[in-house]
């Protein structure tokens, strides 16, 4: 090889890629995230992901997360390989720190590539999502069935031609013969849950628990095989609370999106914004100022102690103990109070925009978080004494649903359920984002990985999330609030009263939309449950032509059977509290 061909040969994972599979056609792709990007045949596949996993050192040990896109419509695809589905891997390495995404392309109406569900255990969600989703089949997956819609659901609808709202679709008879149907779908059977109704000794029992049920905290089944009290199969149901969340992300504009993504994880408001709106900063190339960042780091760990809070109480209500959610709500409701002053709304504000926040902070908010800083620790001292030091909620907590750090990696685990192995990886100290290298802090980590630690682990982030907020107010930068991008929407609005072209660019941008770039971009933020990630695709318009939203508790709940088998039945309940998931950021 000479010197030259050396000089521009790739490096990091996409060289070692190229290195190991020589002339096997592999195609490198440039990303707005920067993310390496590597397109590889179907045919290898598995030859590919079992280097990653195993052979690379540092190997990438997490399927982060995995997905599809229907490219049949897309226009900006130079360079590409041709696709009319392509199903996305991405992977991390935490020793590495970094990941790498791979891309398959395939073609035909009824495409297939071989599950990778023997490399990694949380590959099974993911590629009964792809298929329910998209109609893409995965050879050798042990249980290739819808996991979003219905089991009677006819086509899959992500694709693009498939219809976005109801009134596009043919008007629904419920005739006698659908009825019936749609009741028999709904019939438990056991064997389809992988569960015997008896043995060659004894019977067992299978308990329908949900999807009503107050301890699986929403619309959100576990079906149980039991042997007098013990559990020998807990299989979770999930897809209930499916809204389409993804799909109206090809409808909305890049603007007028921005409230749907506070709905997904409903407890963590603003944060849902931030993830989103720095992929779409990314692809613009919108630099957002000092002051917008932290404002936006403010808020975030104020939802970040609204909803620790909440899980706090219902946890602590899950194992026995009644009244910490009563206390703990007053502290919530204390934390509204300043959200609200600042952004005019409590739960769902959807108050972060593209460029920034929609205005600079009220008069008088610097005594209102000061207040809420000088109230809240004396809160989490009564709260030790009156709950983590509980003998009962200790017995119920401790070594009940534990897993170590690898157990973790395998199953997609992030966020506290990770750090309460012992893994101190936390996005904003390992990938600092939106300012968050400016801050001190501290990383709070357990030791078994079980029920009480997840809970301990949570509740030393708030006093964390504290040091934050008490940084943001003692060191809020001056300047502007939005960025003064043509494509930051709306505009700051002083500007629009003074220059014509600040006046078109909020009328276009508001009402149609900004034109965003062509290009692909990947945005991850330590969010309240885990790490949460857009990974949007821009057809260079003025909506988004392809929004994947990856949640922490999807990958969490599919844990489950894993870490309940042998033990009781309330010991699934102190689990499933443990976990700390809304069903909004499953199902999406």
């Not at 029992?205 to 107050?214: Q, T």
């Not at 359920?417 to 300012?435: E, F, N």
């Not at 060191?475 to 003074?498: E, F, N, V, W």
Request: hydrophobic share 40%.
């Amino acid at each position: 090889m000479t010197a030259l061909a050396q000089e521009l040969r790739p490096s990091g994972v996409i060289g070692e890629l190229f290195a190991r599979f020589p002339g096997e056609g592999f195609v490198e792709q440039a990303t707005a995230d920067g993310i390496p990007t590597m397109w590889i045949p179907a045919r290898r596949l598995h030859a590919v992901m079992k280097l990653l996993k195993h052979e690379l050192r540092p190997a990438y040990k997490m399927l982060y997360d995995l997905t599809a896109v229907d490219e049949r419509l897309r226009q900006q695809r130079t360079g590409l390989p041709q696709s009319d589905f392509t199903v996305v891997y991405h992977l991390t390495s935490f020793e590495r720190n970094s990941d790498v995404r791979i891309k398959v392309a395939l073609n035909g109406e009824s495409p297939s590539l071989p599950s990778i569900s023997s490399l990694w255990l949380n590959a099974n969600w993911y590629e009964r999502e792809v298929w329910d989703l998209f109609g893409i089949r995965f050879d050798g997956h042990p249980n290739l069935q819808r996991i979003m819609m219905p089991r009677t659901w006819v086509g899959h609808p992500l694709r693009k031609d498939h219809y976005a709202r109801a009134t596009e679709a043919e008007a629904l008879v419920m005739d006698q013969a659908r009825v019936d149907r749609e009741q028999e779908a709904l019939r438990i059977k056991p064997e389809e849950w992988g569960m015997k109704v008896a043995d060659e000794d004894h019977d067992y029992m299978v308990l329908n628990l949900g999807p009503n049920h107050p301890s699986v905290h929403g619309v959100f089944r576990v079906m149980l095989q039991l042997d007098g009290e013990e559990i020998v199969q807990a299989v979770p149901d999930i897809g209930y609370h499916h809204r389409g969340a993804e799909k109206m992300g090809e409808r909305q504009s890049w603007h007028s999106y921005i409230p749907y993504t506070d709905r997904i994880d409903y407890l963590g408001g603003v944060m849902n914004n931030l993830p989103y709106l720095m992929a779409v900063e990314r692809m613009a190339g919108i630099q957002v100022p000092e002051r917008a960042q932290t404002i936006r780091v403010m808020l975030c760990e104020f939802f970040r102690i609204t909803s620790h809070l909440l899980y706090y109480g219902t946890y602590a209500q899950d194992v026995g103990s009644m009244s910490p959610v009563f206390y703990m709500f007053v502290d919530r409701q204390k934390a509204y109070d300043v959200i609200e002053a600042i952004t005019g709304f409590r739960m769902h504000p959807a108050w972060f925009r593209i460029g920034g926040v929609a205005a600079d902070l009220p008069q008088g908010w610097d005594k209102l978080v000061r207040e809420f800083l000088d109230w809240m620790p004396k809160r989490l001292k009564d709260y030790e004494q009156m709950a983590l030091r509980n003998t009962i909620l200790k017995r119920r907590s401790i070594g009940i649903g534990a897993y170590d750090t690898a157990e973790a990696i395998e199953w997609g685990v992030t966020g506290p359920g990770l750090r309460a192995t012992g893994c101190a990886w936390d996005y904003r100290k390992a990938r600092p984002y939106s300012g968050y290298e400016n801050f001190e802090f501290d990383i709070p980590i357990g030791r078994n990985g079980d029920v009480y630690d997840r809970c301990l682990v949570r509740v030393e982030e708030i006093r964390q999330s504290l040091r934050i907020i008490e940084q943001c107010l003692n060191h809020m930068p001056a300047g502007d609030y939005k960025a003064r991008h043509p494509l930051t929407t709306p505009p700051i609005k002083d500007r629009t009263m003074q220059d014509i072209e600040t006046l078109i660019h909020h009328f276009l941008n508001v009402s149609w939309g900004p034109v965003i770039p062509a290009g692909e971009c990947t945005m991850t933020v330590e969010a309240t449950k885990g790490l949460n990630s857009y990974y949007l695709t821009s057809d260079g318009g003025t909506m988004s032509y392809r929004t994947r939203i990856r949640t922490p508790s999807f990958a969490h709940l599919q844990m489950i059977p894993y870490i309940s088998r042998g033990l009781m039945v309330p010991d699934l309940i102190a689990i499933i509290a443990s976990i700390d998931f809304v069903m909004a950021d499953v199902d999406r």
